[in-house]
T-cell receptor, first 113, second 114 residues
Framework: AQTVTQSQPEMSVQEAETVTLSCTYD???????LFWYKQPPSRQMILVIR??????QNATENRFSVNFQKAAKSFSLKISDSQLGDAAMYFC??????????FGAGTILRVKS | NAGVTQTPKFQVLKTGQSMTLQCAQD?????MYWYRQDPGMGLRLIYY???????DKGEVPNGYNVSRLNKREFSLRLESAAPSQTSVYFC?????????????FGQGTRLTVV
């Protein structure tokens, strides 16, 4: 079975500081893709960053970067220079070759000014 | 482009009633999904369709049926609604198998079963 676990229901960070959100996954597939999505109060789902499992290099998108540890099946998201607009629910997701896409339970990120 | 369109946006049902949630995408995507979102549970996959003509169960399929009507449309049916099916439902679509393209989501349907 394909599972995604986010062990932090809620996190807080001070504006301009750095925060890391954790995610572990489990799949028997060798080819898969990992994603982080952001969901603000509007309920819109916004892609933050993606990672192909076959790539060793960690993905980076501006202030967002991942720490991808394939052997440990870990895929954490680091947000640098946190901004008030980063406050949202963050979901980690895993997609296997058959296009089955599974999400974790989410982490609420609060940003303090 | 509209992207992924879900209807309705809100619905209240009585226990035992049936209804169909409609979803259509205009991005020529092969795969479509139905999720439910509940507090503390995240997004749970109900059913998905990897390509036109195929459907597969996800994590929580009980009480639901789906139809991939054509490449554009993927509907979710509740035959006999139960209060446990009160949730926010999302439809999503993504490109072909084996790609790293992300899923695109509809705006969600808030369903309340009383």
């Amino acid at each position: 079975a394909q599972t995604v676990t986010q062990s932090q229901p809620e996190m807080s960070v001070q504006e301009a500081e750095t925060v890391t959100l954790s995610c572990t996954y489990d799949t028997s597939e060798s080819d898969y893709y990992l994603f982080w999505y952001k969901q603000p109060p509007s309920r819109q789902m916004i892609l933050v960053i993606r990672q192909e499992a076959y790539k060793q290099q960690n993905a980076t998108e501006n202030r967002f970067s991942v720490n991808f540890q394939k052997a440990a099946k870990s895929f954490s998201l680091k947000i640098s220079d946190s901004q008030l607009g980063d406050a949202a629910m963050y979901f980690c997701a895993c997609k296997i070759y058959g296009n089955k896409l599974v999400f974790g339970a989410g982490t609420i990120l609060r940003v303090k000014s | 482009n509209a992207g992924v369109t879900q209807t309705p946006k809100f619905q209240v049902l009585k226990t035992g009633q049936s209804m169909t949630l409609q979803c259509a995408q205009d991005m020529n995507h092969n795969s479509m999904y139905w999720y439910r979102q509940d507090p503390g549970m995240g997004l749970r996959l109900i059913y998905y369709s990897a390509s036109e003509g195929t459907t597969d169960k996800g994590e929580v399929p009980n009480g639901y049926n789906v139809s991939r009507l054509n490449k554009r449309e993927f509907s979710l049916r509740l035959e006999s609604a139960a209060p446990s099916q009160t949730s926010v439902y999302f439809c999503a679509s993504s490109e072909r198998e084996g790609s790293n393209t992300e899923a695109f989501f509809g705006q969600g349907t808030r369903l309340t079963v009383v």
